[in-house]
């Protein structure tokens, strides 16, 4: 196993244990511990949902709440914290704790893993990531739990108040409520739907686990000043002010008799999270073609969440004006970075075609779905209008497939297969019409 894993590239090691962790996760769950008396969980479902709690999707065949044992809840908590912060984070920082050194291709994969632009820092920006982490779920845990505990007794507060901390910041979108009485199953922050504090708390910490570690490190070094933002940052915060408010403005135009706070909630939580406070099912065709397009943008680099990333849908827009008013691609007295415009078009063009393959596949396997409900499931963020449950056996195979390919990246997946080393001679320039 040595042998094989140092002749393979970061990116596929780094994919290698995104898998193995999903078919551990789904061995555990199989467990008869896992589940409540009475139940019978098949392979596929536990497979299903290992998945998308590894790679924090929030979609699941069944209702967690009501299928899975404190023992199974807690394993999928541990999947879902190990897909936020990524498998070889996680990795790396347990082998720094018992005291071993790195090996240069474990820096390298991390490095790929976080986006880290030199080995210097990470020891300490993976300390950082796990400081941060600790500190933002304990405060929505004690936050939660003031809201929780009036409606539950003490031991159930404190298992939900945990797990929903853990879900929410790491941008997964899971639930438990369906295990505790007097809460219907599956039906997500339905129930919280006008609770002020719990909808701001869950927003909160979707919000900073979708933004990215280096940029919460940036906001806090710099004490907030905005000078001192880094151009990534900028960006980052740029788009994710713009794409919330967006949202919240179109939700409410669309759903006349949705609240404001349910619009500024559902467009915090369609991007990159999965809870609902209102039932999808519902919901007009507007309303979801424009959840589909913010499930599709996700959140930020580094970050718990998956999607194309605001940044890639930044630098795809900078693309397009520069490219139709013939002016350089520049954003907050900053060059954008050569090729970027390339990259993001590549990485949008993969994740459109993956969307509509899968959506394709499922269609035609499952006859009876809508175009609408397909692309809706794929949105990898965990909000769906209620088909989920009735898929079949390979409809559930291609969506763990494009759930994987969500949280990891279309463009690493593709590089899997990436063996040259670039060309060694240049072909005459032709001529091409475009457009």
């Not at 013939?326 to 390339?342: G, I, L, Q, R, T």
């Amino acid at each position: 196993m040595k042998k094989f894993l140092k002749k393979q590239s970061p990116v596929r090691i780094i994919v290698f244990a995104f898998f193995l962790a999903a078919i551990i996760g789904s061995g555990l769950l199989m467990l008869p511990i896992s589940v409540k008396d009475g139940v019978e969980l098949k392979y596929i479902d536990s497979l299903y949902t290992s998945v998308s709690a590894v790679c924090v999707t929030g979609l699941v065949p069944l209702d967690v709440g009501s299928t899975f044992s404190v023992f199974g809840t807690i394993v999928i908590a541990i999947l879902i914290q190990i897909g936020g912060l990524g498998v070889t984070t996680v990795g790396v920082g347990i082998v720094l704790m018992v005291g071993k050194k790195m090996s240069l291709k474990g820096i390298n994969v991390v490095k790929e893993a976080s986006n880290l632009y030199s080995r210097k820092e990470l020891y300490l920006f993976l300390r950082y990531i796990f400081i941060t982490t600790l500190i933002f779920e304990l405060l929505g845990a004690i936050s939660s739990f003031c809201v929780f505990i009036q409606d539950m007794d003490f031991d159930q507060a404190l298992g939900v108040s945990l797990f929903h901390a853990i879900s929410a910041f790491n941008n997964a979108g899971f639930d438990i409520f369906g295990g505790v009485e007097g809460f219907a199953q599956g039906s997500s922050l339905i129930y919280y739907q006008k609770n002020i504090p719990l909808n701001i708390i869950t927003s909160l910490l979707i919000i900073f686990g979708g933004i990215g570690f280096l940029v919460i490190k940036e906001l806090f070094t710099t004490r907030f000043r905005w000078k001192k933002f880094s151009m990534h940052t900028k960006v980052v915060l740029t788009m994710t002010l713009t794409l919330v408010v967006t949202g919240t403005l179109l939700i409410k135009l669309t759903e006349g008799e949705i609240s404001w706070l349910g619009a500024f909630f559902m467009s915090v939580s369609c991007r990159t999270a999965g809870f609902a406070t209102y039932d999808l099912s519902l919901f007009k065709s507007a309303t979801l073609l424009l959840m589909i397009i913010y499930m599709f943008i996700g959140a930020s680099p580094g970050s718990t969440g998956g999607g194309i990333k605001t940044t890639t849908f930044f630098a795809l827009f900078l693309g397009i004006k520069s490219s139709a008013t013939n002016k350089s691609e520049k954003a907050f007295h900053y060059a954008m970075p050569k090729d970027s415009y390339k990259k993001a078009s590549v990485i949008t063009i993969l994740g459109i075609s993956i969307i509509l393959i899968g959506s394709i596949l499922i269609m035609a396997l499952e006859p009876n779905m809508s175009m609408k409900d397909a692309m809706f499931a794929f949105g990898t963020v965990g909000l769906s209008t209620g088909v989920t449950s009735t898929l079949g056996i390979m409809s559930k195979i291609i969506s763990c497939i494009v759930m994987f390919i969500g949280r990891l990246g279309p463009l690493t997946i593709a590089s899997l297969w990436y063996f040259s080393r670039g060309d060694r001679f240049s072909y005459p320039e032709g001529n091409i019409s475009i457009g």
